[in-house]
């Protein structure tokens, strides 16, 4: 097949820095930063913020505005009420923030889907939003996003990020949905006297303080039972903050926007987010994209919504397959139901089917490793293209010294359980210059597009950075073992 490599490549800088609080660990530690400050004379404060100001000023936007948000986080460390200046509060602010280089160690994984606004294009061109994961210091994982256009000759353009970079704002007073969320705690075996009271107090919809509140309310009405009941008042907050949402300034660039790791379970990344645009039976079009929320010990499969990549739903999926890594949603219903690839095995790649996007009860099993050059296992690599000829599935593979190749599959299009082509050999292989990286002999996407008749595969070179190849679709399905 004629694959061809663009030459464009997505690398990670060092300079593209988020603006993040800074967590002193010990509450004692906090007073004494506080009180450091608080000492000095109103000159020297002056000084000193002229000084923080002049170095950071122009590699964030909002910097006094993060400041005042991070002294009113650490207000209530202070030993009196007594008034402080502005400048006195931003300085204090200050000492509780840092900057955090999101793509300082890699920038791969990419998944590409086409842009919501493609006016003022020329003919045969389309713009895009590639989504990538970015691990800086500490291996801590977030999303970014690069923008381009794709002419008609199937030329690559990026189009240039800026300097900056900036996280959104949670959206106040999220509203859950009490059925929703009382089935996901009976998934989770936490359903029992404490939660029926706790849900009894809530309304069918409810924010999350609410939910905080009634918590509060049943321990403190049950203390004979409080070591018994705090674990499950934990794991109630926990899912609850778990399910967020998100919204960017509209005059941002899409480069500029980032989604930085923000409940209990990402604390450790968001990892792998598979994008895929997504049209409803009414012929509504959105974006959904799953991706691995991780802790630091345990991995969890989440799902993010937008119709803008302006404003964000983040979900927790559900049911009992939901586990390990890899789902990837079907672009459209299929037969009435929302289908899914998955992998729970760390192996084989299964199909799901669903009447809800974020509920998966059901698994059957779709591919195994069949080939030399994936025997250690299969995994897909986004969500399935719909093409006349079935649904292309692209996959990776693992064979000898762990090495990571593409191939690619067809499933029925009425039917997606059946297996109708496969390719015997990779379509994609780590080549020289792609071999070397953090962790090496390794190509890996999380989606790629059609572009008319040619496949755009957005790619991460072994986990540092990320590329591009194309290749006619025709070359593929032609060169597939027909089942």
């Not at 926007?257 to 792998?272: A, H, K, L, Q, V």
Request: glycine content about 6%; proline content about 6%.
């Amino acid at each position: 097949m004629d694959v061809k490599r663009t030459g464009v490549t997505l690398r990670p800088t060092n300079s593209r820095v988020v603006i993040r609080p800074f967590e002193v660990p010990n509450d004692n530690r906090v007073e004494k930063i506080i009180a450091r400050v608080a000492a000095l004379a109103e000159a020297d404060v002056e000084r000193l913020l002229e000084g923080v100001m002049q170095d950071f000023r122009l590699r964030h936007q909002r910097t006094r505005e993060f400041f005042l948000h991070r002294f009113e986080q650490v207000r209530k460390h202070l030993l009196t009420d007594q008034p402080l200046s502005e400048n006195r509060r931003l300085l204090i602010g200050s000492y509780f923030t840092l900057e955090y280089a999101l793509e300082s160690a890699a920038l791969f994984n990419p998944s590409m889907v086409w842009h919501p606004d493609q006016s003022g294009l020329p003919v045969g061109s389309r713009r895009f939003i590639v989504s990538l994961r970015a691990t800086g210091e500490g291996h801590i994982s977030s999303i970014t996003f690069r923008s381009g256009v794709i002419d008609s000759a199937n030329q690559i353009k990026i189009d240039e990020p800026t300097r900056f970079v900036v996280a959104p704002d949670l959206v106040p007073n999220v509203l859950y949905e009490k059925p929703l969320f009382y089935r996901k705690l009976t998934e989770l075996g936490i359903d029992g006297p404490f939660t029926d009271l706790v849900m009894a107090a809530l309304g069918e919809t409810f924010p999350l303080d609410d939910l905080s509140r009634a918590v509060r309310n049943v321990l403190r009405h049950n203390r004979a039972r409080q070591h018994e009941f705090e674990p499950i008042a934990q794991t109630m907050v926990v899912l609850a903050r778990a399910n967020y949402e998100v919204r960017f300034d509209a005059r941002l660039n899409v480069s500029e926007r980032i989604i930085f790791p923000s409940s209990p379970t990402e604390t450790n990344g968001i990892e792998d987010a598979r994008f895929v645009r997504f049209t409803h039976p009414d012929g509504r079009a959105c974006y959904y994209a799953t991706y691995t929320a991780y802790d630091g010990r345990v991995t969890l499969p989440q799902m993010l919504e937008t119709e803008d990549f302006l404003h964000f739903k983040v979900s927790t999926l559900n049911g009992p397959e939901v586990k390990n890594k890899g789902f990837a949603l079907f672009p459209r219903m299929v037969n009435g139901q929302y289908a899914m690839l998955s992998r729970q095995d760390n192996e084989n790649i299964f199909l799901m089917y669903s009447d809800m996007p974020h509920f998966w009860y059901t698994k059957e099993l779709l591919a195994k490793p069949t080939y030399p050059w994936e025997f250690v296992q299969l995994g897909n690599c986004g969500s399935p293209i719909e093409t006349e000829a079935g649904w292309l599935v692209l996959t990776h593979g693992v064979g000898p010294m762990r090495k990571y190749a593409m191939g690619a599959f067809l499933l029925d299009l009425n039917d997606p359980a059946r297996v109708i082509g496969r390719l015997e050999a990779p379509l994609l292989e780590p080549n020289a210059d792609e071999r070397e990286g953090y962790v090496p002999n390794v190509v890996y996407s999380c989606g790629a597009a059609l572009h008319g008749r040619e496949l755009v595969i957005p790619y991460a070179m072994s986990d540092y950075a990320s590329t591009f190849a194309t290749v006619p679709l025709d070359d593929v399905l032609n060169a597939m073992t027909r089942a």
